[in-house]
């Protein structure tokens, strides 16, 4: 074991810091068209016309196209008992948000697209009709997003477990909170981008996406070609943190346009059309009750939430709804729960996976409530934490239907409590109160669920020793390829330096599932592992065959087989190479050296761990600033301590984001009030804590020969409610909603 466990730097580091990353608006074909899109400026209106001559005859102008010359729609996979409505890629006469593509204008550059726009805009017809922002209006079904369902409502979830009328008549007391989970935007340092290059009956498309396998074929269901027609490579990705997961209309437009013009189309989005066009995260209003007993004791936990789907359902509309219904229990003993979920259309910006994608809502709405329940009972948040924690036996199954493989939820907080020197923070806090100032601290634990599906792993060594990996999953800043290099070096004895991963691309690699739900590593990995251990036993049966010995007296250690207990040895390398001469291997064995394995996750892996947040309030500005920041993320084995670090801080700023400063604000109307970033505040570095982390206690799971679970989530499920109940212990405050902004606390102490 050289290499997995350990800190190992970066693989990709050097090509991204040496500017030799390539992404999509880097790629350039000869004759390349610019894509622009006309978006509504309204919420909520019929189309009545758009005048196309004065753009259509603009320097450079190709064409300009609406849903009757491009009647196709995004295809959408739904639950069972959805109600889902028709997605145009172009909209059919009425538009449903701010920023729904109307019209279509390729151009031989990409200014001279957008200026074709502005000639576009002012011939457009719109006629306002009635618009339902807010989800308790959207409730009522008064105005309907689209009125051919009659209602408003995308899916109800329904999950009870338990005797809750029970508990809540029996409760002594009932703690109760409306919190509102806002939207956010998913933003990555790359936008979404797109380039498609007819190729005979074909296309191949970059794109900027975590799934390259699934937007072949969802792109595929769009345009009415067979899968094979298409080949999807996803390039350099500069961050994705859920949003593209989803097929868009941008996509579909590229390649339906690139084959029907016969000349390569490239869409980069702008930042303001992030705002307004990518999927929003979160966007949730919950009713959360605690029953307690006189002893304090939780009987029971019910929640009616409400999820805002925005106009059009998406590739990820749902599963942010299951994980907020699938992990509302938490880390708890709770012996009853009820938990309704209404998923709402209303004429905003659809919504869709955002880092953590349903468990930052539930872990939010239980550690908020939970710290209610624990002020309210006057008993330190810990305590009252540490008293209703899971003890076993696991795995444990929730009444929500979680399947918990387990650990030690106690020694996690413990480790936590003792890395923060929690009892000295108390005191502090105790004397910097007496000297006026607001300091807080804020408790936050969570189980998440990481990892689904099977992925594919392919180990092909050169005869030259080097090796090259192939895997379905599309890392785009995680750092997986690092990890993957880390396992089959190890397995293989090889260096890693002489390891190359391949990904992203549905020519190279048959199939995958991408990079999502942390399952990078635990998926992918764990493919990976199968496939090199079945390249190694083939090595040792050549080595074997050399070395004129059985194949189970050699050991692999420190570049070669070497035979146990005596001196004799053949290099890994050389292995390799006869691997590749067939009148050196035994007889009747394959040429070549190059095995694929498939892991499929049983279920799915449940990291669990707790935050601390230390912060201090400034009483005049109402600046929330972090004073310090603990986190024990139990992921199992960690493969790369300084990528799962990289991972932890990384959530946890995210976290930060959305308890003090992001929020997309709407206004009655529908209009996006903060779609820049001069209005969007998004975290600076001067703001971002550094986080102490610990893996804590290393439990391995038992769902995957590595014994790993997701850690690419865990900082933003958990630093939300982390800061959030800081900052409010801090100033004395029981409940207030994301984000705590100054102008908001100071309302809430002074203003009322
Ligand atoms: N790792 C490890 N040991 C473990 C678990 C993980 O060493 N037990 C390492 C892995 O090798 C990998 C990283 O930690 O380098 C994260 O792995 P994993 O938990 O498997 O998560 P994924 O790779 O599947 O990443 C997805 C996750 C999600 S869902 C979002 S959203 C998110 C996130 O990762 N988006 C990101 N982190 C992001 N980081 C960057 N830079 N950009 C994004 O868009």
Redesign the pocket.
């Known amino acids: 074991m050289a290499f997995l466990g350990k800190p190992v730097p970066r693989l990709e580091d050097e090509r991204l810091l040496r500017g030799q990353g390539r992404y999509v608006d880097d790629l350039s074909y000869p004759g390349t068209l610019h894509l622009a899109l006309l978006r509504s400026p309204l919420a909520s209106a019929r189309v009545l016309g758009l005048e196309r001559e004065r753009a259509l005859g603009m320097p450079g102008v190709v064409g300009v196209f609406t849903h009757e010359e491009v009647p196709l729609e995004i295809p959408v996979r739904v639950p069972k008992g959805a109600n889902p409505a028709f997605h145009p890629a172009l909209a059919k006469g009425v538009v449903r948000y701010v920023g729904e593509p109307i019209a279509a204008v390729v151009a031989e550059t990409r200014a001279q697209a957008e200026d074709a726009l502005e000639a576009l805009a002012q011939g457009l017809d719109l006629d306002p009709l009635p618009q339902v922002v807010d989800l308790e209006e959207a409730l009522k079904d008064e105005v309907l997003v689209h009125p051919e369902l009659g209602t408003n409502l995308a899916y109800r979830r329904y999950v009870k477990g338990g005797e809750v009328e029970e508990a809540f008549q029996r409760a002594h007391r009932v703690v109760q909170a409306k919190i509102r989970i806002p939207r956010v935007a998913p933003l990555?340092l790359e936008g979404r981008g797109v380039l498609a290059v007819p190729e005979g009956e074909g296309l191949l498309l970059y794109a900027s996406t975590?799934v390259p396998h699934r937007l072949r074929e969802l792109l595929a269901q769009a345009l009415g070609l067979p899968q094979e027609a298409l080949r999807v490579v996803a390039p350099e990705v500069g961050?994705?943190?859920?949003a593209k997961l989803n097929l868009y209309p941008e996509e579909v437009l590229a390649a339906f346009l690139a084959r029907r013009l016969g000349r390569p189309i490239k869409w980069v989005e702008g930042r303001r059309e992030a705002f307004l066009a990518t999927a929003h995260g979160r966007g949730q209003l919950g009713e959360v009750a605690l029953a307690l007993s006189e002893e304090g004791r939780v009987l029971g936990l019910r929640a009616r939430i409400l999820a805002d789907v925005g106009a059009y359902l998406l590739e990820t509309t749902f599963p942010p709804h299951g994980g907020t219904v699938l992990m509302l229990q938490g880390p708890y003993a709770i012996p009853a729960l009820e938990v309704e979920l209404l998923a709402l259309y209303t004429h905003a910006t659809p919504t869709g996976?955002?880092?953590?994608?349903g468990r930052p809502e539930a872990t939010f709405y239980l550690e908020r409530i939970f710290e209610i329940a624990a002020k309210t009972l006057g008993e330190d948040p810990v305590a009252f934490r540490r008293r209703h924690l899971l003890r076993g036996p696991f795995p444990h199954r929730t009444l929500t239907g979680a399947q918990y493989e387990g650990g030690d939820y106690e020694g996690a907080l413990q480790a936590l409590l003792e890395a923060a020197r929690y009892e000295e923070l108390r005191a502090f806090q105790e004397e910097a109160r007496k000297e006026g100032r607001k300091v807080g601290l804020g408790l936050a634990f969570y189980v998440e669920v990481?990892?689904y599906g099977y992925e594919v792993g392919t180990v092909r060594v050169h005869p030259d020793g080097s090796a090259t990996l192939f895997t379905g999953?599309s890392?785009?800043?995680?750092?997986?390829g690092?990890?993957?290099a880390q396992i089959v070096a190890d397995t293989l004895s090889l260096p890693l330096g002489r390891i190359r991963v391949v990904y992203g691309d549905t020519q190279a690699i048959p199939m995958g599932q991408g990079?999502?739900?942390?399952?990078?590593?635990?998926v992918g990995?764990s493919a990976l592992l199968l496939a090199a251990e079945k390249v190694r036993e083939k090595m040792r049966r050549i080595a074997a065959h050399l070395l004129e010995v059985a194949p189970e007296d050699l050991v692999l250690e420190g570049g070669a087989f070497r035979v146990k207990g005596a001196p004799l040895a053949v290099s890994v390398a050389e292995v390799a190479q006869v691997a590749y001469d067939p009148r050196r291997l035994p007889r009747g064995m394959e040429v070549g050296l190059e095995e694929r394995a498939t892991f499929n996750l049983e279920g799915a892996t449940f990291p669990y761990g707790a935050h601390l947040a230390l912060v201090e309030v400034d009483p005049e500005t109402f600046l929330v600033r972090v004073l310090g920041y603990w986190a024990v993320d139990e992921?199992?084995?960690?493969?790369?301590?300084l990528?799962?670090y990289?991972?932890a801080q990384?959530?946890v700023v995210q976290g930060l984001g959305q308890a003090l400063l992001e929020e997309v604000v709407l206004d009655p109307q529908g209009q996006n009030l903060t779609a820049s970033l001069l209005e969007y505040a998004l975290p600076r570095a001067a703001q971002a804590p550094k986080v102490i982390w610990s893996p804590g206690e290393e439990h391995p799971s038992p769902q995957n020969p590595?014994g790993?679970?997701?850690?690419?989530?865990a900082g933003?499920i958990a630093a939300p409610p982390a800061i959030a109940n800081a900052v409010l212990d801090a100033l004395g405050l029981l409940h207030l909603d994301l984000p705590l902004t100054p102008p908001k606390l100071f309302q809430a102490l002074r203003g009322g």
């Not at 961050?239 to 859920?242: E, P």
Request: glycine share 26%; no cysteine.
């Open positions: 990555s975590q961050g994705a943190f859920g996976a955002y880092r953590g994608a990481t990892g999953t890392p785009h800043g995680q750092g997986a690092t990890a993957f990079t999502a739900g942390s399952r990078t590593l635990q990995g992921v199992g084995r960690v493969v790369n301590p990528l799962a990289g991972q990384g959530g590595l790993a679970k997701g850690i690419g989530e933003a």
